[in-house]
């Protein structure tokens, strides 16, 4: 086994390099968690999904425990463009990490018009938030199909030369053909995946336990289904794919870079922990020197696997 005392845990997605593949997943990362860790440890910094407007977001109750994870339909409130442009882009600014700011619409003129907006100095990529529902696919969202990906990632890919991520769902039946339309069109990575539809009954007053019915899930349970997605995924295309989903420790990280993530995000296991982030680039570094590991290249997509996942 090599000597390993100096790990490199860089990793490119596309036309950037990343510090470390450990970053947050939208929605669940804030400028409170400057407050326990040093942000700046992070591979990138993915804010809060962005829409056009203001938006008030879903009825409460807006999440709930599930066994091993949780639901939740916030709705993505959102206080628009202006805000994000003169408030949030300055807060970001004093860090290090770059900015993925993750953006959404349901329509493709919205989505496009958005996507222009966002480009701007400051931003190292634009992660669109594609599993959401498209008012012209009578609601279903614009990744649940190759035909509405491909649309969608064309008409953004005009309106920017930043690197453009798409974020594509873990509801759709053919995933391998999304990730295709999406690379096809011009996407530079994938966040695989968002979370599982989902629902949830409170027996004594027989109510959903979310405002909104449905929900999404997210957290240890959806794990195997993101983690299946991100393999389907990285045999289909060429463009790195980003694993998300169920991520809580390094060796879940390990799973997902084997099976050919070239970065994770962590979403639902910062609310457990705050710190889990820092704690994953740490625990992983040490696992690579303690593996004689000098660079995840050595790691990414180094599954062993009798075929190519065919399930029948
Ligand atoms: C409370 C909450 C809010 C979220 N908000 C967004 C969002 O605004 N945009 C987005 O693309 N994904 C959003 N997600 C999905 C996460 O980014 C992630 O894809 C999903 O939770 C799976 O990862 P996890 O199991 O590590 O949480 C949200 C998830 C949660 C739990």
Same mark, same amino acid.
């Given at each position: ?7 490199d +845990?860089?990793?490119r997605?596309?036309?950037?390099t990343?510090?470390? *593949?450990?970053m *947050?997943?939208? &929605?669940?990362f804030?400028?409170?968690?400057a407050d326990v ?10 804010l ?7 938006? @008030? ?10 066994? /091993? ?14 805000y ?6 300055p807060?970001? !600014? ?10 959404? @619409? ?6 496009a018009r958005?996507?222009?907006?966002v ?15 498209n008012?012209? @696919? ?7 199909? %190759?035909?509405?990906?491909h ?13 453009l991520?798409?974020?594509?769902t873990?509801?759709? &039946?053919?995933? #391998?053909?999304?990730? +295709?339309a #999406?690379?096809a069109?011009?996407? $530079?990575?994938l966040v ?10 409170d027996i004594a ?12 899930? /997210?957290? *240890?349970?959806?794990?195997?289904i993101?983690?299946?997605m991100?393999?389907?995924c ?8 980003i694993?998300?989903g169920?991520?809580s420790?390094? $060796? ?8 050919? @993530?070239? !970065?994770?995000?962590?979403g639902? !296991?910062?609310?457990q922990s %705050?710190?889990?982030?820092?704690? +994953?680039i740490?625990?992983?570094e ?9 660079s ?8 062993e #696997?009798?075929?190519?996942g065919?399930?029948?």
């Amino acid at each position: 086994m090599k000597d390993v005392q100096n790990a490199d +845990l860089r990793v490119r997605i596309g036309a950037l390099t990343l510090e470390n *593949p450990i970053m *947050p997943a939208s &929605g669940t990362f804030s400028e409170d968690l400057a407050d326990v860790f040093d942000l700046d440890v992070l591979g990138a910094h993915v804010l809060k999904t962005i829409m056009h407007g203001t938006r @008030a977001g879903n009825p409460t109750p807006r999440v709930c425990d599930l066994q /091993s994870g949780m639901l939740n339909a916030i709705g993505i409130p959102s206080k628009g463009i202006d805000y994000f442009r003169d408030e949030m882009l300055p807060y970001w !600014a004093d860090f290090k990490a770059p900015l993925v700011v993750s953006i959404s @619409a349901h329509s493709y003129d919205e989505f496009a018009r958005l996507c222009s907006e966002v480009s701007l100095a400051g931003v190292a990529a634009i992660e669109a938030n594609i599993s959401c529902p498209n008012i012209e @696919a009578n609601g279903n969202a614009f990744a649940m199909r %190759p035909d509405t990906t491909h649309e969608v990632v064309t008409r953004l890919r005009a309106e920017t030369d930043l690197p453009l991520w798409a974020k594509l769902t873990p509801n759709t &039946g053919e995933p #391998a053909e999304v990730a +295709l339309a #999406a690379q096809a069109a011009g996407a $530079d990575a994938l966040v695989v995946a968002n979370t599982v539809l989902g629902m949830s009954v409170d027996i004594a007053s027989r109510r959903p336990r979310l405002g909104n019915v449905m929900g999404g899930m /997210s957290g *240890p349970a959806i794990k195997p289904i993101a983690l299946r997605m991100t393999y389907q995924c990285a045999n289909a295309v060429d463009i790195p794919v980003i694993g998300c989903g169920g991520i809580s420790t390094r $060796d879940d990280v390990l799973e997902f870079l084997i099976a050919g @993530a070239a !970065a994770v995000q962590i979403g639902t !296991a910062t609310f457990q922990s %705050p710190t889990a982030m820092a704690r +994953l680039i740490t625990e992983l570094e040490s696992w690579m020197q303690e593996h004689g590991v000098a660079s995840l290249d050595e790691i990414i997509g180094s599954i062993e #696997a009798p075929n190519a996942g065919v399930f029948e």
